[in-house]
């Protein structure tokens, strides 16, 4: 079974700053990863996903992250944070070619992220 | 288009009292998924569906947990006997359940025993 594990439960930056929310998971095969973000009052929606190809995915708002396969980890990146980034922010991972089920998506505990202005 | 559609968006229940979530998912979507979200917790896997094939409910944390999926759209997930600890967002998701196809979420129901 797979796990994933966010190390930072709760960041606090003030805008313009540069973010970096790590993700590691836990899996003995090739794993698709995803980030997804859920801001104040609305849905989980997924940020950006890798399946496979280049290491460096990039999803909306600007965001990005790095596979680095070698340490299991999917880190989440963005150059310079607005207000309206700030939401709960979950790494997820499931086994590559899997449509859910016993391979569904396995999520971080998140990481609530505060902008503030 | 529509997305995946929850009810009630907010339920408060007595404790040991039954309630019923419901779930639409998104039109033409065969795989649908139940989390629950806790304070603290993250997203915790609850149960799936996809098509007529049995539902995985490995993830019912005790058997007041129950689903079902009628026609292959709607479900519906119920707790009988509520208990404080069940106090939590329960989350339904859809996906078109084919390879590699991500889930997309609806708002959730916030449960709340008393």
């Known amino acids: 079974a797979q796990s994933v594990s966010q190390h930072n439960h709760h960041v606090i930056l003030s805008e313009a700053a540069s973010l970096e929310l790590g993700c590691n998971y836990s899996y003995g095969g090739t794993v698709n990863l995803f980030w997804y973000v859920q801001y104040p009052g609305q849905h989980l929606q997924l940020l950006l996903k890798?399946?496979?190809?280049?290491?460096l995915v990039k999803g909306i708002k600007g965001f990005e992250a790095e596979f680095i396969k070698s340490k299991f980890s999917f880190n989440l990146r963005k150059p310079s944070v607005q207000w309206s980034d700030t939401a709960e922010y979950f790494c997820a991972v499931n086994a590559a070619g899997s449509g859910g089920g016993a391979d569904g998506l396995t999520f971080g505990k998140g990481t609530h992220l505060i902008i503030q202005p | 288009g529509a997305g995946v559609s929850q009810s009630p968006s907010n339920k408060v229940t007595e404790k040991g009292k039954d309630v019923e979530l419901r779930c639409d998912p998104i039109?033409?979507?065969?795989?649908l998924y139940w989390y629950r979200q806790s304070l603290g917790q993250g997203l915790e896997f609850l149960i799936y569906?996809?098509?007529?094939?049995?539902?995985?409910k490995s993830g019912l944390p005790s058997d007041r947990f129950s689903a079902e999926r009628t026609g292959g759209s709607v479900s519906t997930l119920t707790i009988q006997r509520t208990q404080q600890e069940d106090s939590a967002v329960y989350l339904c998701?859809?996906?078109?359940?084919?390879?590699?196809?991500?889930?997309?979420f609806g708002n959730g129901t916030r449960l709340t025993v008393t």
């Open positions: 039109s033409g979507h065969t795989a």
């Open positions: 569906f996809q098509g007529n094939s049995a539902p995985d």
């Open positions: 998701a859809s996906s078109l359940g084919v390879r590699n196809s991500p889930l997309h």
């Open positions: 890798y399946f496979s190809g280049d290491p």
